[in-house]
């Protein structure tokens, strides 16, 4: 396997974050970095994501704390989904300026909980702008069945 891998947006994919089929997604790059265990992208954001006054609303903050944690189960080969996202804003983010986005492991797994962190610097990647934390549940066959299972349930 190669040290690192560009994680581009699947063209079947309807995700808003990551996504090549959603039409007014972000279609967010990331850069798998299998020696350090890590998933960084570059972005300037535009002026189409922001809250006002040239700063990134604080929404798109967290998809992008959030998109860059989940891309970190890759790491596990696992398929996970976020139970809890907690998101620290620290600095304003400038929209017209780049920034780096970077996911990593924040503990070991307990049983089908990954904990991750993301955070967002500056392009030099001297400050730190905001910062999350997440709770991941892995799922699986088995998960999808009882969703499933439980979905019919309420439908009855």
Same mark, same amino acid.
């Given at each position: 396997?190669?040290?690192?891998?560009?994680?581009?947006? /699947?063209?079947?994919?309807?995700?808003?974050?990551?996504?090549?089929?959603?039409?007014?997604?972000?279609?967010?790059?990331?850069?798998?970095? /299998?020696? &350090?265990?890590?998933?960084?992208?570059?972005?300037?954001?535009?002026?189409?994501?922001?809250?006002?006054?040239?700063?990134?609303?604080?929404?798109?903050?967290?998809?992008?704390?959030?998109?860059?944690?989940?891309?970190?189960?890759?790491?596990?080969?696992?398929?996970?989904?976020?139970?809890?996202? /907690?998101?620290?804003?620290?600095?304003?983010?400038? @929209?017209?300026?780049?920034?780096?986005?970077?996911?990593?492991?924040?503990?070991?797994?307990?049983?089908? /909980?990954?904990?991750?962190?993301?955070?967002?610097?500056?392009?030099?990647?001297?400050?730190?702008?905001?910062?999350? &934390?997440?709770?991941?549940? @892995?799922?699986?066959?088995?998960?999808?069945?009882?969703?499933?299972?439980?979905?019919?349930?309420?439908?009855?």
């Amino acid at each position: 396997m190669s040290d690192k891998i560009t994680l581009a947006p /699947n063209p079947e994919n309807q995700c808003f974050g990551c996504g090549g089929a959603n039409g007014a997604g972000m279609k967010l790059t990331f850069e798998q970095d /299998n020696a &350090r265990r890590r998933i960084t992208g570059r972005f300037v954001l535009g002026e189409t994501y922001q809250g006002g006054g040239g700063m990134a609303h604080g929404g798109i903050i967290a998809l992008l704390l959030d998109e860059a944690m989940g891309k970190v189960c890759r790491f596990r080969d696992a398929r996970a989904v976020t139970a809890e996202l /907690n998101v620290e804003y620290l600095k304003p983010v400038k @929209v017209d300026e780049e920034i780096l986005v970077e996911g990593f492991e924040a503990e070991e797994p307990k049983g089908r /909980n990954l904990f991750l962190a993301a955070e967002i610097r500056d392009s030099a990647g001297d400050v730190v702008l905001a910062r999350g &934390r997440g709770r991941f549940v @892995v799922v699986g066959e088995r998960q999808r069945a009882l969703g499933q299972a439980v979905s019919q349930e309420f439908k009855q």
